[in-house]
């Protein structure tokens, strides 16, 4: 019984010092404020975006059903197309899928194009060429 009874003054007193702390006022004096240096306003000119230049081109077959849509969409080009169900299955079966996705462009190499030569190209002699003959 002693135990207790020594306990609960104990707790009193450090109850009571915690909401002394919690309930100081904040000191009256104004908060320091920095001069912002007023700036004559320039005139901002806001231009809308261009609208990006989207050329979507569509593959139909004999019947007018779209086979595929290349969407060209500013420095990107991506296939879209159909996605037709697989076997007997019908859409929404287990078995056929609801969506395809796109298919991205990553590279493409120009093999059977010749290559453009520069003016400096151009005036330069070939290697290959042998020198003129010299007469003796």
Do not use: C
């Given at each position: 019984?002693?135990?207790?009874?020594?306990?609960?003054?104990?707790?009193?007193?450090?109850?009571?010092?915690?909401?002394?702390?919690?309930?100081?006022?904040?000191?009256?004096?104004?908060?320091?404020?920095?001069?912002?240096?007023?700036?004559?306003?320039?005139?901002?000119?806001?231009?809308?975006?261009?609208?990006?230049?989207n050329k979507i081109t569509e593959r139909r077959?004999?019947?007018?059903?779209?086979?595929?849509?290349?969407?060209?969409?500013?420095?990107?080009?991506?296939?879209?197309?159909?996605?037709?169900?697989?076997?007997?299955?019908?859409?929404?079966?287990?078995?056929?899928?609801?969506?395809r996705g796109p298919m991205w462009t990553v590279?493409?190499?120009?093999?059977?194009?010749?290559?453009?030569?520069?003016?400096?190209?151009?005036?330069?002699?070939?290697?290959?060429?042998?020198?003129?003959?010299?007469?003796?």
């Amino acid at each position: 019984m002693k135990r207790s009874s020594l306990l609960w003054p104990t707790l009193v007193l450090t109850l009571s010092a915690h909401t002394a702390l919690a309930q100081s006022t904040p000191s009256q004096a104004p908060p320091k404020l920095e001069k912002i240096e007023e700036v004559a306003d320039d005139g901002v000119t806001i231009s809308s975006k261009q609208q990006s230049e989207n050329k979507i081109t569509e593959r139909r077959d004999n019947n007018g059903n779209v086979v595929e849509a290349t969407v060209k969409s500013g420095p990107s080009t991506y296939t879209v197309k159909p996605n037709h169900p697989v076997g007997a299955s019908l859409p929404g079966d287990m078995t056929s899928g609801n969506q395809r996705g796109p298919m991205w462009t990553v590279l493409e190499f120009d093999l059977g194009k010749k290559k453009k030569k520069t003016p400096e190209e151009e005036a330069a002699p070939d290697a290959n060429v042998p020198p003129p003959p010299t007469v003796k």
